[in-house]
Every structure is written in C-alpha cells, then in structure tokens.
C-alpha cells in the first residue's frame, strides 16, 4: 500500500499507510502546541476519520520529545479563550474517533502534551520519558486531565499529579495506568507495528463499534465535565491575579511572586 502525505502542513508530518495513519509532532525544539498546530490536528483528524482505509492512528513525536505541551504565550488574555477552544476541539475529536488511537511517547510528555497522550486508546511509553502536568507551576491547571486522569490512575494519583506538578517517569506512568506498556526507547517502534499487526486482523467496523460501547459511559460524564473545567478556567483562574503572574514570570524567565488572589 503506498503512503500519501497531507500537503501543506508545518507542525505535524502526517502519513498514511493502510490500516494506519501516523502523526508525527514536528515543531523543534520540543514540539510545544501552538494555535497553529492545533489547527493542524484538528484538520489531520478530521482527514483520518474520513477515511475506510484507516482504523488506527498513532501519534508520536519528531526529535528528542513528545512534546513538552501547549504554548504557554498562547495562555494570555488575549487568547486563552481562542487556545482552549481549539485544544479542546482536538480532545473531543480523539475521544470521540471511531479509530483506535495509539500514543508512542518518548523524551518530555508535559501539560497538554501528556493530555493528548492520555485521551488515546493505548499509549506505549519509553522508560525514561518525562510525564507531568507542571501548571500548576504556572498558577493555572490542565483541564482534560482534571476531567480525565482520575478515571485512568485514580482520584489520590491524578490529585497529587495535578496539585504538584509533579514529573514521572515513563515507568511510573506505566505502573499507575497512565500508560499501557514502558519499554526501552529502541522498542517503542516494534510496539507499536505489533499492535498495529494485531489490529488489521480484525474488522475495523468492530473495533469502531466496539470503542463506542467502551466509552459511552465515560464520554457522556467527560464531555459535560471538560465544559465546565474550561468555564472554570476561564471565569474563575482566570480572573486571578496569581494566574496572570505565573503567565508572565515563566515568559519573563523569573520566579513567580504569589499574592493568593
């Protein structure tokens, strides 16, 4: 089967090669999430969900990480409305994907970058890879995964990520369900073609039939739930000050000055 290649992308290299599609985050040095690659996988997703040839989809990033999560620039006033909008529309695309989605994660998964990762269906993860959810660093909080992470590692480990910004390695996110398997960084490739061999054995109506039914549950509680983590974000950390100063000290390259409000 020959791969194709959607045109005109500058974030992401996107491929086909039946059944699968592959996503590669390419955005140097550590493939932060700006508003344009957000567009971008909005567009690649919706491309890939068109598609009969396709039943899975593995996201991985170029160089040396996964990606170390969403521009913090986007998170000013100005355009934080616009940032979680667009970040969110991707999230709901993955959930909602009648494909098998696979994260392959290496290096940093930070932030939105590990929030991408945790809403696939499977996620395979290097030994030494950087998990966390740092925002809170930033006076701010990550959303999907305060929706999500608890349904995956639990209330206390989801608590203790999100309001510690505490990094992990691939390891231990492996151990506490924040992924499937972690492997050596060199076996992640073969990983990934095994699960995609063991996919095409099987009828791609099925596994999109079969997804619905594992998810309706959760996506009727998640969707509803991720709504109001953003109206929070937006009516309540927002109007903070502590928020707008955790925002400016990381693009000033200071340490924060906390006021409590």
Same mark, same amino acid.
């Given at each position: ?127 030494? +890879? ?8 930033? !006076? #701010? ?8 992470? $608890? /349904? %995956? ?30 492997? +050596? ?8 073609? !095994? #699960? ?8 791609? $109506? /099925? %596994? ?54």
């Amino acid at each position: 089967m020959p791969t194709h290649a959607i045109p005109a992308l500058t974030r992401m290299k996107v491929s086909f090669e039946a059944p699968a599609a592959q996503i590669s985050l390419d955005h140097a040095p550590l493939n932060v999430i700006d508003i344009a690659m957000m567009e971008e996988l909005a567009q690649a997703l919706a491309e890939i969900e068109s598609r009969p040839d396709v039943s899975a989809v593995v996201i991985s990033g170029a160089g040396k990480g996964f990606s170390a999560g969403v521009d913090v620039g986007a998170h000013t006033p100005d355009k934080v409305g616009e940032m979680l909008q667009k970040f969110h529309a991707v999230i709901r695309a993955l959930v909602g994907s009648r494909k098998v989605t696979i994260a392959a994660v290496h290096g940093h998964c930070l932030g939105g970058g590990a929030e991408l990762a945790m809403v696939c269906d499977i996620v395979y993860t290097a030994e030494d +890879a950087q998990w966390g959810f740092p925002e809170i660093k930033l !006076g #701010c909080y990550p959303p999907v995964a305060a929706t999500g992470l $608890a /349904a %995956l590692v639990g209330q206390r480990q989801a608590s203790e990520l999100i309001l510690t910004g505490r990094t992990i390695s691939g390891t231990e996110a492996a151990s506490i369900g924040l992924a499937n398997q972690a492997l +050596a960084g060199d076996q992640l490739e073969s990983a990934v073609a !095994g #699960c995609i061999d063991r996919l095409k054995q099987l009828s791609p $109506a /099925a %596994l999109a039939v079969t997804k619905k039914a594992i998810y309706a549950w959760d996506s009727m509680h998640f969707d509803k739930g991720l709504a109001k983590a953003e109206k929070v974000y937006l009516d309540e950390l927002m109007q903070t000050a502590d928020a707008h100063e955790g925002i400016r000290a990381f693009l000033q390259k200071r340490t924060p000055t906390w006021k409590g409000n």
